[in-house]
């Protein structure tokens, strides 16, 4: 039976994953609208957020107000200045004690109780009568750290009150002379709300569903208002999670999906407060959120699995049509990177896998020609590289290579015994990092005359090493790739330091030579002379005879030119 081509295999594999864009199609339409509800219940989330902040802003804005406004009521300021001064004491303080209870506390439902402390924090004035005479420093710490010259007033954070017993917070104003211009104040008033003040804004749950909540969360990570789903929540509940842990790390606010107080996933929104030091969260449940994704996203699974089911069967047919062969193929390329370039794929196919076959076979006879071929190539180039090794590496030149950088690519072994470095570790470092500076700038002036001319340079050179001075006569040349395109620049280097001294002996006995022979010359001028009177001398001595003192004085005269003529041909021989 004659099998299918590849092409209609892969024509029928396509033809089956064409059901793939389909569960594409709805797994993208899911994450669409899972994004897009995503995105608009955040958005809500945000604007309930920021309308819960301003709220919130603003109920605290109007119970500081309140509490200004009660600061710079005359009676309180008058009756806190007697006070000071001691003027009836024990009855203004019961008539101002009064004036709180009847005419202040009850204009705030959520107002506690109110306190007057003097500048050492002693409670002066209170609602509570068993706070008068008590200090605040020392039980609750509220008058630390603020400065009113910024400031008429301060919120201090929502905690368990010591001086009312209840969950609240503290609005706190200064008390200031009347009529005098002081920095100085006379004293504090310190007002305490109920933490209801703020939960009435916090426990509205219209429009959030079954889990949404909005609620705060102070510096020290703990909730202070109430919780939907935790009772006892304020002032107890831990608050630990990621958009809190950023307000308090780096300022930076939060909108998402993350893990709540519940261990739960959720999507909110955090905003920072930092004029109260709160943070507040609106969260709702993201099971709760997504719940109307289920139905579809059921619906994208089973779709999405069905497909893949269809899809790797029928790439499981379409992989055992070819496997077998591509097998064959695999062992014989296998076998011949082994190095046996004798083995053959045997397959009889009528698709293209069988001319893929006779074409790996054809391939592999060309391969195995080029291979004895290159195998005899190689050979010869290994002759030639040992050749070339050997011969550069056994004459007495200095040879280098550097690039078109100035730094070493090579030198020869009588480089290496000259700089008494290995190659490897002159390779990429310059002339200057080996040799004496003067040497170095003397030979770079020649590299770049030949970098300019592109032309061989000769030249010499004297190279001071532990040896001594050194005479070289140095020939540069360029080198080029195939391409005629310049790359490195080779240096032969010739010692001629032996040659110069030899020359400096030769031109020295050259020099005692022509001496020799000058005083030779004038030696035997001299003898001619003292030859001349000695025969004189001969002559008068015949010719005196009787005359003693003559005969004396002649001969003493001829012993002197017989003894000046045997010096001179001694001189003449030592020289």
């Known amino acids: 039976m004659k099998s299918f081509n590849i092409k209609w295999k892969i024509l029928l594999f396509g033809l089956c994953a064409a059901l793939i864009p389909i569960a594409f199609i709805t797994t993208m339409y899911y994450l669409y609208l899972r994004t897009e509800i995503r995105d ?76 007057i402390v003097d500048t050492e924090y002693n409670v002066i004035v209170s609602t509570d009568e068993k706070m008068a005479g008590k200090n605040i420093y020392t039980e609750e710490k509220l008058l630390t750290n603020m400065d009113f010259t910024q400031k008429k007033v301060y919120l201090y954070p929502l905690h368990f009150c010591s001086l009312c017993g209840m969950k609240g917070f503290h609005i706190i104003s200064p008390i200031h002379h009347l009529g005098i211009s002081s920095k100085e104040p006379l004293g504090y ?10 939960n009435e804004i916090f ?45 308090l790390e780096s300022s930076q606010e939060m909108v998402g999906i993350y893990t709540d107080y519940r261990e739960r996933q959720v999507v909110g929104v955090s905003i920072d ?29 089973v779709l999405g699995v069905s497909v893949c089911l269809l899809v790797s069967c029928t790439g499981t047919l379409f992989a055992a049509s070819i496997s077998r062969p591509i097998q064959k193929l695999k062992a014989a390329t296998k076998s011949f990177s082994a190095g046996n370039f004798k083995g053959r794929v045997s397959l009889r196919r009528n698709d293209e896998l069988g001319e893929l076959a006779n074409s790996f076979n ?30 550069i590496n056994n004459t007495t030149a200095l040879i280098s290579i550097i690039d078109m950088n100035g730094r070493y690519l090579l030198i020869n072994k009588e480089y290496e015994n000259f700089i008494h470095k290995k190659t490897e570790e002159v390779a990429g470092k310059t002339v200057h990092d080996i040799l004496p500076r003067k040497a170095a700038d003397e030979i770079v ?29 140095s020939v540069k040349f360029p080198i080029f790739k195939a391409d005629g395109i310049m790359y490195a620049i080779g240096s032969i280097s010739t010692d001629i330091t032996d040659l110069k001294k030899m020359e400096t002996e030769l031109l020295h006995a050259q020099k005692l030579q022509g001496l020799g022979v000058m005083a030779s010359g004038i030696a035997h001028e001299l003898n001619n002379i003292l030859a001349v009177i000695d025969a004189n001398i001969q002559l008068l001595i015949k010719e005196s005879k009787g005359r003693i003192k003559l005969l004396q004085a002649l ?4 012993e002197q030119c017989i003894d000046g003529g045997s010096v001179e041909k001694k001189r003449v021989w030592l020289i």
């Open 40 to 115: 608009r219940e955040i958005n809500r989330f945000t604007a309930l957020a920021k309308a819960k902040k301003n709220y919130l802003l603003l109920c605290i804005a109007s119970k500081e107000n309140r509490v200004i406004d009660f600061c710079s009521d005359g009676y309180i300021r008058e009756s806190l200045e007697k006070i000071t001064h001691g003027e009836y004491r024990s009855t203004i303080i019961q008539s101002l004690t009064k004036y709180l209870k009847t005419a202040k506390l009850p204009i705030d439902t959520h107002m506690l109780g109110i306190h």
């Open 189 to 198: 008033l310190i007002a305490c709300f109920d933490v209801s003040a703020i």
């Open 203 to 247: 426990t509205d749950y219209r429009n959030i569903g079954d889990t949404g909540e909005v609620y705060l969360v102070n510096r020290d990570k703990i909730m202070i208002t109430e919780s939907r789903f935790v009772k006892d929540a304020p002032l107890q509940q831990k608050v630990d999670t990621e958009p809190v842990r950023k307000i």
């Open 273 to 301: 407060i930092p004029d109260c030091q709160w943070i507040l969260l609106a969260e709702t449940d993201k099971a709760e959120l997504f719940a109307s994704l289920k139905t579809l996203g059921i619906i994208s699974l």
């Open 362 to 391: 054809s391939m592999a006879d060309t391969i195995e020609r080029e291979i004895q071929y290159s195998s005899h190539t190689m050979s010869e180039l290994v002759k030639s590289e040992l050749k070339y090794r050997s011969i």
């Open 445 to 473: 002036i020649h590299d770049k005359k030949v970098f300019e001319t592109k032309q061989p340079v000769q030249y010499k050179i004297q190279v001071d090493s532990d040896t001594g001075q050194h005479t070289f006569i």
């Open 555 to 558: 001969s003493i005269i001829r």
